[in-house]
């Protein structure tokens, strides 16, 4: 049983910065995060994910190199924090939540889901 909020979507321009933070509600424990986008006409595609330790992350081809997930499991909250934009980063971020000790890339495998923030990259 577990609520997740994701915050900080706003428009940048092209190779800026932005944090995106997800705050969970309820018991997230032992509980792997991740974090997926949306763009308009696509799919939903993987971008990220840390195990419940920190110790463990995957990233999405598309982001390596420019999107960093962490989190601060005493403040219920995990971050993506995104640089280097580019206007393909525009979609709607959504972070999801599973009790797994490991992450995963499969949408399929995350039980919980946050209601999504929208990012918008432009020149």
């Known amino acids: 049983q577990v609520q997740l909020v994701e915050s900080g979507g706003r428009r940048v321009q092209v190779g800026g910065a932005l944090r995106l933070s997800c705050v969970a509600s309820g018991r997230t424990v032992g509980y792997v995060m991740g974090w997926f986008r949306q763009a308009p006409g696509k799919e939903r595609e993987f971008v990220a994910a840390?195990?419940?330790?920190?110790?463990?992350?995957f990233y999405g081809d598309s982001v390596k190199g420019r999107f960093t997930t962490s989190r601060d499991n005493a403040k219920n909250t995990v971050y993506l924090q995104m640089s280097d934009l580019k206007p393909e980063d525009t979609a709607v971020y959504y972070c999801a939540a599973d009790q797994e000790l490991y992450p995963s890339r499969l949408e399929s495998d995350y039980e919980y889901w946050g209601q999504g923030t929208q990012v918008a990259v432009s020149s």
């Open positions: 840390v195990s419940w330790r920190g110790d463990v992350k």
